[in-house]
């Protein structure tokens, strides 16, 4: 399905966003980010806890170069229909600001590029974990900008979500290129968190589990492995290491809610909202993959006992680190699930049903603000 330009749609949206680098070395290190028109323009004020950023991550299976930034104005437009701000009595009247990321993509055979005519800079060649990386890097650079800290909200569509949930698991940790392993040359408790983790985490439509979504698609079409292969290689450990539905239900406690609990100030210390949502109609990515993230968030999927991923050395690794930490007793995590309706692509493209999974969002963090 062709994507319209969205720039297109609203020059009154479209004056309110300004462009950003958080990043030289590469042509697609920016964010876009719109500000309602009543938030103030001192970006070195304390900011306010009774707002939220929302953070959008654009999907296209980390190769696309048809699916950008600008992919979150039709979602602006539903959300601000007839001016660039909300009523005080509405839940969006929370939103300080919203920012959508572009991330270096990996090569898709449909839009070729020659490297010995391409300078490196626009080349399209991304291989994990340059995607993940450059997210955590424009969180870094907009916390730093805005000054929101850990009051955000991430929402991601399809490889989005993966990504958003890739934050949450390691957004302090080097990610390992090669060899299907997670970790770079220092141990995970030697990293320093790059960014403050989001008191909340949006899937849309997401991609969980790698190696389900290319079980589930083997008959169906080729593409799925070809995408998969392109960004992540042909290691099936390295499919497990990075799908968010292979971490037990401990390791988000330990890797997100505790960081909440140790760096947040805001309203919902220590304990964190998973909104996953997901349509029937989805003709690209089955309900298995919401289900199956559903599972962790929820709670039922401690350790890998009841994983269909279990049995590779990276994840008995993991398992094992696990087990050894001490996560509490509470449930931290808020689970919720939105049914949406439209095709995989209609989810973004026409704008109201993405605008209704920030909506919801934004209510479970502000349940006073009513709507």
């Keep these: 399905m062709a994507a319209s330009n969205p720039r297109d749609q609203d020059p009154s949206i479209e004056s309110r966003i300004t462009v950003h680098r958080y990043g030289n070395e590469h042509i697609l290190q920016y964010y876009e980010v719109f500000q309602p028109a009543t938030v103030g323009e001192d970006k070195n004020a304390a900011f306010d806890k009774d707002k939220v950023w929302i953070v959008y991550i654009h999907g296209g299976a980390w190769r696309d170069p048809l699916i950008t930034s600008s992919s979150f104005i039709p979602f602006l437009k539903s959300l601000y229909p007839s001016q660039s701000s909300a009523s005080s009595s509405s839940p969006i009247s ?29 080349l399209r060649n991304a291989k994990h974990p340059q ?15 805005y000054n929101f800290g850990n009051q955000y909200v991430i929402v991601g569509h399809s490889c989005g979500a993966t990504l958003a949930f890739q934050v949450a698991m390691y957004a302090g940790v080097p990610w390992k290129s090669s060899g299907g392993g997670v ?6 408790e030697e990293a320093k968190m790059r960014c403050q983790l989001p008191v909340a985490i949006v899937g ?57 609990d140790e760096k947040g100030e805001g309203r919902r210390k220590g304990k964190v909202l998973a909104l996953l949502a997901h349509s029937h109609e989805d003709e690209l990515v089955n309900m298995a993959q919401s289900d199956e993230m559903a599972r ?5 999927k401690r350790g890998l006992g009841q994983s269909q991923f279990r049995g590779t050395a ?14 509490g007793g509470e449930n931290v995590i808020e689970y919720r699930f939105l049914e949406l309706k439209g095709r995989h692509h209609e989810i973004w493209e026409k704008g109201e049903e993405m605008a209704r999974c920030v909506t919801e969002a934004v209510k479970a963090l502000y349940p006073e603000s009513g709507g």
Excluded: M
């Design 314 to 327: 990276e994840a008995e690794k993991e398992e094992e680190k696990a087990e050894n930490g001490e996560p």
């Design 296 to 300: 962790v968030l929820k709670g039922e």
């Design 204 to 260: 849309v439509e997401g991609i969980y589990g790698v190696d389900l979504l290319l079980r589930d698609y083997k008959d169906v079409s080729s593409a799925y492995r070809e995408f998969v292969e392109a960004a992540f290689g042909d290691s099936r450990d390295a499919w497990i290491a990075v799908s968010p539905a292979q971490r037990a239900y401990e390791r988000y406690v330990c890797s997100w809610a505790d960081n909440i």
């Design 131 to 145: 995607h993940i990386e450059d997210v955590v890097s424009a969180i870094a650079d907009l916390q730093g900008r």
């Design 94 to 122: 929370h939103i300080a600001g919203i920012a959508s990321l572009s991330y270096r993509l990996s090569p898709h055979p449909s839009h070729p590029q020659d490297p010995s005519q391409t300078p490196d800079h626009n």
């Design 183 to 188: 970790y770079g040359d220092r141990k995970e």
